[in-house]
C-alpha cells in the first residue's frame, strides 16, 4: 500500500500544528503534546506483516496519523485499514491528507457499530494510542472490552504508554489488558519520542479463545 506525495517534512510540520492546536483544547484526550515520531511509529507498525495474506488493522485514536501512514506504507495489498478519530478537526485533517485510508470519526466506545459500518467483522490488528493511563477505569475497562472484542482469536492489540504516566495507572492498565488477554508484553522504551514512550502488546483476546474452543 503507498501513502501521499506532499514533502515530508512541511507535511510533519502541518501535523504538528494540528495535533498541538486540537491537543490544548483538550488535553485529557490526548496525553502527549505531539504526534508520535518516527521511531515510535517504525516499532508499532512492524509489528504488522508487510507481506502475505491480506490484513484487516483498526487503529483507534489515529490523530494526524503518525502511525497510520506508516501502517497504511506496509501492509500486503488487499489489506484493510480502518483509522478511527474522535476529534472532528484531525479526523478531517487525516481524511484529506491520506485519502486512501478508511478515516471515520466517531468514539472508540462505539467500536462495534463503527466496525459493521464499515463492513468489518473482526480485526486482525487493533492498534491503540489513546491515553489510556488518563481514563477512569470504567471508561477504559469499556474501550478495552470492545477493543478486545474485534479481534480474531490469534489477533493482537497494541497500546502506548507514556514514560510520564503515573506507575500506578500503568500496573492497572497492565492488569486490565491481562485480564483480557492471554499473552501481554511490553517492547523496549522509544527515547526518542516526545514524550518517550513504550508500546503494550496484547496478544489472543481471552473471549475469543473460549469462543473458539466451543
Ligand atoms: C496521543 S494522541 C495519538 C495520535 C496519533 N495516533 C499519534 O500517535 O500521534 C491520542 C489521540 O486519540 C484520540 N482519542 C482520544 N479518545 C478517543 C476515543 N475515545 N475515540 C477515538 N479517538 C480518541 C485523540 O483525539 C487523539 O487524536
Redo the contacts with the bound molecule.
Sequence with gaps: MTSGTRPARSRDRADGRA?LC?AVR?PH????PA??GAPL?TQVANLLPDSGTPTVVV??????G???SRIHQRLPAGSRLLA????EV?AAHLAAHLPAVDVRQ????RLPALLAEAGIARADTVVT???WTLLPGRRRDA?LDAVAGALTPDGFATA?VTRTALPGRVRELRSAFEARFVEVTTLPTVWRNLPPAAVLVARRPRAAQIADAS
Excluded: V
Design positions: 495535533f486540537r483538550r484526550l490526548f496525553g502527549s504526534p508520535s511509529g487503529e483507534l485514536g489515529a490523530g494526524t503518525a502511525l497510520t478511527i478519530e474522535l476529534d484531525l466517531g468514539d472508540a466506545e494510542s489513546l491515553p474501550l502506548i
